[in-house]
């Protein structure tokens, strides 16, 4: 058994890829939620250079943000990603199969709720970014309204019963801790989801919004 078999088998992955077809459902049955998301990531995401997705599931967010690279333990999930034109790699967060500073800019939507170990995955799209490149993550922050729901139902839900939620202030300590400068923030999904219909605008900083993004510059002496 590979790494990445051996990750795909563990709690926070398996969801993911036994009950794909639920999880693709999501972005149907809640498409202002996952256009503002988009929308969200969009407005910090570089617009130039060479991408990666980190954890890049079925490229939900690599695809239409046009991410060329993507990087999972699942090889199920790959196959999706691929179809939809994203290439791909079998890997881990924790160990990126690429040389150091190869690409502009590194992408995370909720992989951080997913991976064993996120400050080695900060670490290693720090590594395998080159100097001035950016990482940007995605997530929802556990202080939120939406955060806060799903941690009542973790056991309820079988895509976060094993995820690990963070607050933006830990992500802001770990982006810190693992040398990334100069973080930028902004934030979306004030509204709570059932009754969200319209895509929500982007409002900047953290502190409002149950999904939050941040942008943060590896530096060129860091």
Not at 64 to 90: H, K, N, T, W
Request: proline content about 5%; charged content about 25%; overall charge positive.
């Amino acid at each position: 058994m590979t790494q990445a078999d051996s990750v795909a088998a563990r709690p926070r992955v398996a969801p993911f890829v036994h009950h794909h077809q639920r999880y693709e459902s999501w972005f149907e049955r809640h498409r202002a939620a996952y256009r503002s998301e988009l929308l969200a990531v969009r407005a910090l995401l570089p617009w130039r250079g060479q991408g990666l997705e980190i954890g890049v599931g079925s490229a939900r967010f690599a695809a239409p943000l046009g991410v060329e690279f993507g990087i999972d333990p699942s090889v199920q999930m790959l196959g999706y990603a691929r179809a939809r034109g994203v290439r791909v790699a079998c890997a881990v967060a924790e160990a990126l199969p690429f040389a150091p500073a190869v690409f502009d800019y590194a992408l995370v939507v909720t992989t951080i709720c997913f991976v064993e170990d996120a400050a080695a995955m900060m670490a290693e799209a720090h590594r395998v970014l080159r100097p001035d490149g950016a990482l940007v993550i995605g997530f929802i922050d556990r202080e939120s309204a939406l955060g806060r729901h799903y941690l009542a139902h973790k056991e309820e839900n079988v895509f976060y019963r094993d995820a690990k939620f963070y607050s933006a202030e830990e992500v802001a300590r770990l982006l810190g801790a693992t040398r990334f400068a100069d973080p930028v923030w902004a934030q979306t999904l004030c509204t709570p989801l059932r009754k969200l219909r319209e895509i929500e605008p982007l409002r900047d900083g953290r502190g409002l919004g149950s999904f939050v993004v941040v942008r943060a510059r590896r530096p060129r002496n860091g």
